[in-house]
């Protein structure tokens, strides 16, 4: 396998996920794919800042976000670094590079009364998918985990004793969730209906389809956009917007910013923070509408 050396090292030494290894490897291939058919270089290890410019400038081309570009030239990066550090290069082709400007998006998260229009007012079917899907749109909401954290949850994760979930996060980091009374009762009853199903072909894993396989990324975005295209007119609907509502609800109602970055998985408060502007505009909408002055 290409980059086998610096893939081990991501995995074992860095602690990075197989996710994240594999678009890593995805990244390189496309760049060795590109210098080998643009300029005859069999090996990524030879190359220059010019032809790493030419790969962006095709990237752009095709229309990829600054985003989405920068993160393939930061796998690059951290390939060189690796190939620094054992001494296969002496120089970093990628030393002087800026990364593109990006414009920072400011998620909109659902309001409460979003939320409990899904939950409370739709009709979920009396069945195994509706059942399955409440679930998923309780859990995203209550414990604010990533779409590909519910995807791996396993049986083992839910402990209905405890009233807890085990999640596991980026660079395999374990974290442990409370879970309240109404996802309690929710998860009783997609059991049940899980174990009715005909065939269940990934028996260790919590979240199935109907053919009793283990559910996938983007059978969960659609589910959580389908549901609340029918509640909300925000423009993106997705697991992610979920996980960034529990965030800014909680701090609204005065969590503290620590636990809200425990119960998220990030790793330092400035990851949890990008969450605290919509807090601050509901403080500020606190205090117009409540303070004295504001009246006169």
Not at 3 to 20: A, G, I, R
Not at 57 to 68: K, P
Not at 209 to 216: A, L, P
Not at 251 to 272: I, R, W, Y
């Amino acid at each position: 396998m290409p980059f086998k050396s610096f893939l081990d090292y991501l995995l074992l030494e860095k602690n990075y996920s197989k996710l994240t290894v594999k678009a890593y490897q995805n990244d390189l291939n496309d760049f060795s794919e590109f210098i080998k058919v643009e300029f005859n270089t069999a090996s990524i290890n030879q190359v220059n800042y010019s032809q790493i410019r030419s790969w962006i400038v095709i990237l752009v081309e095709n229309q990829l976000s600054n985003r989405t570009i920068n993160r393939k030239i930061s796998a690059l990066n951290s390939y060189y670094k690796f190939l620094l550090k054992t001494g296969d290069i002496k120089l970093n082709p990628l030393a002087k590079h800026k990364a593109l400007k990006t414009s920072k998006k400011i998620q909109v998260p659902f309001s409460e009364e979003e939320i409990k229009d899904v939950l409370n007012d739709l009709n979920f079917a009396d069945d195994f998918e509706g059942l399955r899907d409440k679930f998923i749109i309780e859990l995203f909401y209550s414990t604010g985990i990533r779409r590909i954290e519910l995807v791996e949850l396993k049986l083992s994760s839910l402990d209905l004793h405890k009233n807890t979930l085990k999640v596991l996060g980026k660079r395999n980091k374990e974290r442990i969730i409370p879970l309240i009374k109404s996802v309690h009762q929710t998860a009783i009853k997609y059991l049940e209906a899980r174990l009715q199903l005909d065939k269940i072909v990934d028996k260790e894993y919590l979240f199935l389809t109907k053919k009793g396989v283990k559910i996938y990324e983007t059978l969960v975005y659609r589910i959580i956009n389908e549901y609340f295209s029918k509640a909300s007119s925000k423009v993106k609907k997705s697991p992610h917007i979920l996980r960034h509502s529990f965030a800014t609800h909680l701090l609204n109602q005065g969590a503290d910013l620590n636990a809200v970055k425990e119960l998220l998985g990030h790793s330092s408060l400035a990851a949890t923070q990008v969450y605290t502007h919509n807090s601050i505009a509901e403080l500020k909408k606190v205090h117009i509408d409540a303070h004295p002055r504001s009246k006169k």
